[in-house]
């Protein structure tokens, strides 16, 4: 279900021209929180989703590798801040999404795209999507599902 949703969000932030190029904004970097939530089983949900989104709308090898690579890491930093409370850690959640696509995402821009710009340059770009996606959509995420944990992750 986990790598459904990161699908289904991926193709409705292509739709809106969102999802690819030097200016990423995928819907489905908010489900970066659920690792917190869902424990371990999100890890790989999140990432095979990745996996899949690059491959379905037609990302190139590296990109597939090593786009679905930084959501991996990503979802892993969510993960290893469960054993702190919510209130401590919720601005931090998606932190490690945004770092690790920050770092690993523009590479595969000027590598597998042949992207012309700059990498900081890139970096910057990678980053503020980054930071609407998965950072502001995380931490709202990360409100509803504090609201309605007891009902759905029993």
Known sequence: MVAASYVVLTYLSAAMGLSSGV??????EAL?????FMGWCAVPGLAIGCLLANLLTGGVIYDILFGSLATLLGA???FLLRK???RRVRFL?????ILSNAAIVPFVLQYAY??????????????????IAAGVGGVLMSFLLERYK????K
């Open 23 to 28: 200016i990423q904004c995928r819907l489905s």
């Open 32 to 36: 970066c929180v659920l690792p917190y």
């Open 76 to 78: 892993l930093g969510a």
């Open 84 to 86: 702190f409370t919510l």
């Open 93 to 97: 959640l998606p932190l490690s999404t």
């Open 114 to 131: 042949h992207v012309p710009d700059a990498w900081w340059f890139l970096c910057l770009t990678v980053t503020i999507g980054e930071v």
């Open 150 to 153: 007891s009902v759905l992750f």
